[in-house]
């Protein structure tokens, strides 16, 4: 049977890379790249960087495996089936023609592979649609993990939820129940929309690379800063990755 490792690379620093990935990396054959055309630096940087220093073997096979556009309009949940549906189908064709029977392919993800992202959930589609195909999955260091690292934060408050959300999802307002909420994916800057007075946080952009900012404070307060400087970093590098901690500040 063919196998797929999963390796989840950290989000940033090849620093991150834990020892298991380092030895599930040395077990691949073929690494299959997934291809956006508009690829981010940082992503290739990394990946370059992490088969230069890790990989042993200088014989490996890299195999392309192009993603395409997910449709913006209409519904978001069936634009996202029809794009997994799409993304399994390319995915399933590689493997096939690149993997003999025994053989060990390699999928490197960002982060953590749990953490949105769609890897598993393809993998997941292809072995239902019948493709004998053995999988294992190698833990990441996530943007969450390196958020609350360098803001020198624990993640909860004493004996408070945690919740994992999106922009898309904290634009209808902060969750009332939550306690701390980390924000990913927020490309409408969701947070300055919030008018909750008593709301601070911990954002972080290119975290793990030279180029990561950290600013934390009152949101009312740092919010601005945070548009403009996210505004400007954006357009020095043309593109950004930026996470945050939202929680309701300690009373004094
Ligand atoms: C598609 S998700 C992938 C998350 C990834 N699997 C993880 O474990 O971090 C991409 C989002 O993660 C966050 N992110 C990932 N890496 C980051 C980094 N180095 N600095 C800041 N945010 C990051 C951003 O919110 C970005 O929009």
């Known amino acids: 049977m063919r196998k797929i490792l999963v390796i ?29 055309g508009t690829e981010k630096a940082a992503l290739k940087q990394l990946r370059t ?4 220093r890790f990989v042993a073997r200088k014989d490996v096979d890299m195999v392309a495996i192009e993603v395409p556009q997910r449709a913006a309009a209409g519904c978001y949940q069936d634009n996202v089936d029809h794009w997994h549906a799409e993304l399994a189908d390319r995915y ?12 060990i392919g390699g999928l490197l993800v960002w982060g953590d592979p749990a953490l949105y992202d769609s890897t598993l959930r393809i ?4 072995r239902a649609k019948g493709l004998a195909l053995d999988y294992e999955v190698i833990p990441g260091i996530s943007s969450v993990q390196v958020l609350a690292a360098k803001h020198r934060i624990a993640l909860n408050q004493i004996g408070e939820p945690v919740t994992l959300t999106t922009g898309r999802k904290l634009a209808d307002g902060f969750p009332s129940e939550a306690g701390s909420v980390v924000v990913m994916l ?15 946080i911990f954002w ?11 600013i934390a404070g009152p949101l009312a307060e740092v919010k601005d800063q945070i548009a403009t400087v996210r505004a400007e970093a954006r357009a020095r590098h043309g593109w950004i990755m930026d996470i945050y901690l939202l929680r309701r500040s300690a009373p004094a």
């Open 123 to 126: 993998i997941e589609r292809l």
């Open 186 to 200: 927020d490309g409408t800057q969701a947070f300055a929309q919030l008018t909750e007075p008593d709301l601070e």
């Open 8 to 36: 989840g690379i950290g989000a940033g620093d090849p620093d991150y890379l834990t020892q298991q990935a380092i030895k599930a990396l040395n077990r691949v054959d073929v690494f299959f790249v997934p291809d956006k």
């Open 49 to 52: 960087t992490i088969l230069q």
């Open 92 to 103: 399933g064709r590689q493997f096939q023609q690149h993997l003999a029977d025994g053989q």
């Open 204 to 214: 972080g952009a290119y975290l793990g690379t030279p180029d990561e900012i950290l």
